[in-house]
């Protein structure tokens, strides 16, 4: 079944390009003293539209300048110039005379043999015309025309033709017609040239409005290292200034190797305008090229950019960057030295004393935050070491029986009533033989401010009798 559909659809490109070189190939108009023929086709020129008698007396010249008959390239049969294979030598302004008067001049014009046209179209972006493109091998000659036939396949078809014109600098013929943005109809086009002598048409060339696209490829693409890691680089890029389109976006492809492999490695991105290449090999030069294409597949890809080098980061940097961070950390800081240091007028010195992003040392960091720890864990400590002890001399003069005021020693304080009678501890041990009155208390003479405590158990004559 796919075999029938592919051997009608090109039955019908055939058919269709057939009618469209019959219809719309132009013709140029060349005067009637002009004959133009392919380098190698034989050429004829006749002196006279009647038939001569045998003999009359013809000769024929080149640029002023007779020409004899010449064995197997040129004879004069009949009043005619026959050429069997004519040349570009050949080319110039003939004439013939007849018996001595001149009777015409015709001017021959040798050209090489048309190439066969090959056809593209393209646009930029959907706002866009088409652009159909044909670059011959060899230039052509300033007299060759070419025109584009364009032919929408509908019901009733409708072929309309739009000029070409040759670029010498991109050696090149253009041709260019303008679709709408959301045209996704099939045409055929076809491109037509012709040099006078001849006419060759391309093939057709079937093409839809959406997969004509093929965006210019990104631009402003850097490739840079990142601290510290020797198998990484970064790539950023921006849409090419063509695609001037917000609302329709692009999709990349990055290819990239190093100057060691033969081979490369493709990465594709589909949101964002940059990538991190992680498998770079240290201290290597790697080469990156880019394209972009329509988010969502139309069209084609774009051609590889230009190519950007890039090379990982390496311990080198690292060490210049640990040695100005040493350097800068051991200036001191008075002022004279901060505005000689720091001056504006100096910027080597201000990247010294100015972190880089992403290169602060491990070991710099652990130190800084293991000294600011023991610090903190320190003032907590001394902290809670001096509530505590607060704490504890607060709760002893609570707890502590205040003293009363010292009395005179020939004073015997009063016994102080109480209902609770308290039995000491110790009981006083009193010798018979003592001299001392019963009645006397047994201790410092302080008593004790509570009237309930009668004994007071830091007083030693309780322990240590006299």
């Not at 294979?85 to 021959?108: I, V």
């Not at 060899?138 to 670029?167: D, N």
């Not at 037509?192 to 965006?215: E, F, H, I, W």
């Not at 510290?228 to 680089?233: F, V, W």
């Amino acid at each position: 079944m796919l075999s029938v559909t592919a051997v009608l659809l090109s039955v019908l490109l055939s058919a269709l390009g057939q009618e469209l070189v019959l219809e719309g190939c132009p013709s140029l108009d060349f005067p009637d003293d002009l004959v133009s023929q392919v380098v190698g086709a034989p050429v004829t020129l006749h002196c006279v539209d009647r038939v001569l008698q045998n003999n009359a007396s013809i000769h024929w010249t080149l640029e002023d300048n007779p020409i004899t008959p010449e064995l197997g390239r040129r004879e004069i049969v009949e009043g005619k110039l026959i050429l069997k294979s004519a040349q570009h030598s050949d080319s110039g302004n003939y004439s013939c005379y007849l018996e001595g008067h001149k009777q015409r001049s015709l001017f021959l014009l040798l050209i090489d043999p048309l190439e066969e046209p090959v056809l593209s179209c393209h646009r930029k972006n959907f706002f866009s015309s088409i652009q159909c493109e044909w670059s011959p091998l060899k230039e052509p000659l300033p007299h060759t025309k070419a025109i584009l036939l364009v032919t929408q396949s509908r019901k009733k078809p409708k072929t309309f033709q739009r000029p070409c014109h040759y670029l010498p600098g991109s050696q090149k013929f253009s041709c260019s017609f303008n679709l709408r943005e959301d045209d996704n109809y099939f045409y055929l086009a076809m491109i037509c040239v012709t040099n006078g002598a001849m006419r060759k048409s391309s093939k057709v060339y079937p093409l839809r409005g959406y997969d004509t696209l093929q965006p210019d490829p990104p631009v402003d693409i850097t490739v840079t290292a990142i601290d510290r890691s020797p198998h990484r680089l970064k790539v950023t890029w921006k849409d090419p200034p063509s695609w001037n389109s917000t609302f329709y976006r692009l999709q990349f492809e990055l290819r990239y190797w190093s100057e060691e492999s033969k081979t490369y490695t493709i990465i594709q991105e589909k949101k964002h305008h940059q990538l991190i290449i992680s498998d770079a090999l240290i201290g290597t030069n790697h080469t990156v090229q880019m394209r972009a294409r329509e988010e969502f597949n139309n069209g084609k890809w774009s051609e590889w950019s230009k190519e950007v080098m890039g090379t990982p980061w390496t311990e080198t940097e690292s060490s210049e960057v640990e040695r100005k961070l040493v350097i800068s950390t051991q200036v001191p800081t008075t002022p004279n030295n901060y505005s000689k240091k720091h001056s504006p007028e100096d910027p080597e010195s201000i990247s010294n004393t100015q972190p880089v992003p992403g290169s602060t040392h491990l070991s710099y960091t652990f130190l800084l935050s293991g000294g600011s720890l023991v610090l903190g864990m320190s003032l907590f400590i001394a902290i809670i070491m001096r509530y505590r002890k607060k704490s504890k001399l607060t709760t002893l003069k609570e707890g502590k029986p205040n003293m009363l005021p010292p009395h005179s020693l020939d004073q015997v304080p009063e016994k102080p009533q109480s209902t609770t009678v308290l039995v000491p501890l110790i009981s006083p041990s009193v010798s018979a033989s003592s001299s001392e009155p019963t009645n006397i208390p047994r201790h410092s003479g302080k008593d004790i401010e509570n009237p309930q405590s009668l004994y007071d158990i830091t007083n030693r004559d309780y322990f240590f009798p006299r």
